[in-house]
């Protein structure tokens, strides 16, 4: 079954640290793939998209993924936490198979020490 | 170009009773959406239209939930009977070609 992990329900940096946050898919072809990010009390936002292209995709603040095809997993980057970064952070994946419905992942929750 | 609209974005409901959430999807946007988000759960799908066709009913949700498109710029989600089960928060989004989502600021049901 077509699915997303997000294996981390909740990660720990600190401010100026680096961050990886981890998302795995199972499907046999190639899905189109984006990360949200919620604050508190809001709606999610895009931070970056993937389609078929290069595996290395650049979002909004400083934010950056790269997709790999043998490990099934697109993985979000940033290379200095800020404080302002707190929040929940979702995988998401649409399936060209499955009508393009949304599949997200359970969420981590990014937590910022100073 | 204005995002998604939702509202209320608070309501109180005592158990048993009717109530209806509404949302404005971004203008051409063909794909809509209901998510309920709780901490447990996650994000669950509630309803998945495509040009005001329905997709997809969120199976175990068909109770109870009755999401409709009454235009391609308007629907609601009709939570009947509520139980305090349905205390959450119900997203909407819509997405265009590109299938990117963009939500509503969602509304936060507590039900009595």
């Known amino acids: 079954a077509q699915s997303v992990t997000q294996p981390d329900a909740r990660v720990t940096v600190s401010e100026g640290a680096s961050l990886q946050l981890r998302c795995k898919y199972s499907?046999?072809?190639?899905?189109?793939l984006f990360w949200y990010v919620q604050y508190p009390r809001q709606g999610l936002q895009l931070l970056l998209k993937?389609?078929?292209?290069?595996?290395v995709v650049q979002g909004v603040n400083g934010f950056e993924a790269e997709f790999s095809k043998s490990n099934s997993s697109f993985h979000l980057r940033k290379a200095s936490v800020h404080w302002s970064d707190w929040a929940v952070y979702f995988c998401?994946?649409?399936?060209?198979?499955?009508?393009?419905?949304?599949?997200f992942g359970k969420g981590t929750s990014l937590v910022v020490h100073p | 170009d204005a995002g998604v609209t939702q509202t209320p974005r608070h309501e109180v409901a005592e158990k048993g009773q009717t109530i209806i959430l509404k949302c404005e999807p971004v203008?051409?946007?063909?794909?809509l959406f209901w998510y309920r988000q709780t901490k447990i759960q996650g994000l669950e799908l509630l309803s998945y239209?495509?040009?005001?066709?329905?997709?997809?009913d969120g199976g175990a949700f068909k109770d109870r939930f009755k999401a409709e498109m009454l235009n391609s710029s308007f629907s609601t989600l009709k939570i009947q009977p509520t139980e305090p089960k349905d205390s959450a928060v119900y997203l909407c989004?819509?997405?265009?070609?590109?299938?990117?989502?963009?939500f509503g600021p969602g509304t936060r049901l507590t039900v009595l």
């Open positions: 989004a819509s997405r265009g070609t590109d299938y990117e989502q963009y």
């Open positions: 499907y046999f072809g190639t899905p189109y």
């Open positions: 993937y389609y078929p292209g290069d595996p």
């Open positions: 998401a994946a649409s399936f060209p198979g499955g009508n393009y419905k949304p599949t």
């Open positions: 203008s051409g946007h063909n794909d």
């Open positions: 239209f495509r040009s005001k066709s329905l997709m997809e």
